[in-house]
């Protein structure tokens, strides 16, 4: 998978990324730092009568949105900001001002807004209210055209009407009062008096009534400012962008000068790659299928799936392996560092143990231990008490459910991992193992980088190489040349894939648990053999 051959490259390369991803964003952050301040200005202003009319027609808002796209185009064209220029006697040409002008509108909303930036904020303040001023004044409803003094007009005429109807209101109501004291043919004139006022003030009622629609038609080429320009806020937009434009450039240099590395480093990408020693098989770790206890395990929790059966041929390969005799002892390593060699050895081990055999499985890496951490094992005594005190023995742990298989953990942690198993004791506790169990699989420290590889290598019969995605050549090369100088038997290499991820489809993949009697059968005919 290529996320098992990426990941840990990068990984291994993760301080040079962020190391020059910094210093490349710290370059774009004071190159934009370099760069003179400027200051950025806007005002709002509405297009149309969404506010003036009580219920404006969907096709004067549509008017309004197109003149909206007019006004502006009207803002970036020469002799608009040539008025503006001249008004405010300012030191700019117009196309200049223009690049300092940003225009946009929103047809849903009819609102036009412009900004404009400037390295004085009062200046871009006072431009951008400029602009709106003119803008407003080239629209028909600006102070002083034709359209705002007819509705001046209208709105004078309305008043002298409703005084005149105030008027006849009056009168009628003094008639109406001479009416009730009057008698006789006085009656029948002022009953004509009264009859002739009410028809002069339902006329002028007519009148006032038509006015009123008149002032109140929707003005779609109105502009009205909703929000004037405040003093300019410091604007640096090159900021943001020069430091992630720098970050990016960083990652994208790096990345590939990482690869190259790493192509002409001569790591192992692939099981063919792997020439120097013989490739026992191919394997996946299989992290989360457990929290504890031997069901952490793939061979145990899962071993009706193919993966499982990975690790059964894995282990027919190790016994058959021409060695010239049955292992007794075999020593895992791996080359450069795993920290998954402590469920690749456990695996292996539980599959030797479900044949019959009764393994003991040693954790010897002192630098990381890794069985206490995998099986969740409660504190107990381990390998670096007995070589404190040969003479007490300590009983190897058990897992439940697992016959067969014992755990010798590292024991208490110590400062000099060489030392102690460069002791005499080392080697009494092996042979004592060996005659109490009928095979011990011991896991070492990285070969490479660790001495304790060599010197545990020498005391078992057999060693095996788990080599992975970003091991090299060169140290795969070293390791088996040091061992052969040393006459060590190697079994041979296996090639970890990496972590297994699609764990659900690995669980749809299992087959009912095999019966006891029948655990190992095939891993039984070939010990036989």
Known sequence: MLTNFLFPIIRRWLWLLLLVTLVTAGIGYFAAQDQPVTYRSEIHLLIGPSLTSSSPDLNDLRA???????????????????????????????????????????????????????????????IANTIAEHLVA??????????????????????????????????????????????????????????QERSRMSSSEQILLGLYETLQEPNTNQLTVIEPAVTGR?????????????????????????????????????????IDVPVLGTIYTYPGLSEHGADTLIVHALPGTAA????????????????????????ITSIGENSEIGEIAANLALVLAQVGSSV????????????????????????TDMLDDVKTAHKPLTLEGVDGLNILPSGKATSTPFAALAAPALIHIIETLKDQYKLLVIIAPPFND??????????????????????????????????????????????????????????MQQQPRLAAGDKGQVLAKANNS
Do not use: C, W
């Open 234 to 274: 410091p604007n640096n937009p090159q900021m943001q962008l020069r430091v992630i434009t720098g970050a990016l450039a960083g990652v994208i240099l790096t990345l590939p000068v990482i690869f190259l590395f790493e192509y002409f480093r001569g790591d192992i990408r692939r099981v063919e790659d792997i």
């Open 64 to 126: 309004a949105g197109q003149l909206l796209e007019t006004y502006a185009v009207l803002v970036t064209t020469r002799p608009f900001l040539e008025s503006v220029i001249a008004e405010l006697d300012i030191d700019l040409t117009a196309s200049r001002l223009g690049s300092s002008i940003e225009v946009s509108t929103s047809a849903a909303t009819q609102i036009l807004d412009v900004q404009v930036t400037d390295s004085s904020p009062d200046r871009a303040m006072v």
């Open 138 to 195: 080239l629209s028909p409803l600006s102070p002083g055209s034709v359209q705002t003094e007819l509705q001046n007009q209208i709105a004078n005429q309305i008043e002298r009407i409703e005084a005149r109807i105030a008027e006849s209101e009056g009168a009628i109501g003094q008639l109406e009062t001479i009416l009730a004291a009057s008698t006789g043919s006085e009656r029948v004139s002022i009953l004509n008096q009264i009859s």
């Open 360 to 383: 003991a499985l040693i954790d010897a890496n002192l630098h990381q231990p890794t069985l206490v951490e995998l099986f969740k094992l409660p504190a107990a005594p381990g390998l």
């Open 308 to 331: 499982a059966e990975e690790y059964r041929r894995l282990a027919t390969e190790i016994l058959l392996a021409d060695t010239g005799q049955a292992p007794h002892s075999i020593m």
């Open 450 to 507: 660790y001495a304790e590889g060599l010197l545990l290598a020498a005391r078992t019969d057999n060693t095996i190489l788990v080599t992975h995605a970003g091991s090299t050549h060169k140290e795969l090369q070293e390791a088996v040349a040091s061992l052969k100088a040393k006459h060590i038997r190697i079994i041979g290499t296996i090639y970890h894939r990496g972590p297994y991820t699609n764990m659900r489809s690995l669980k």
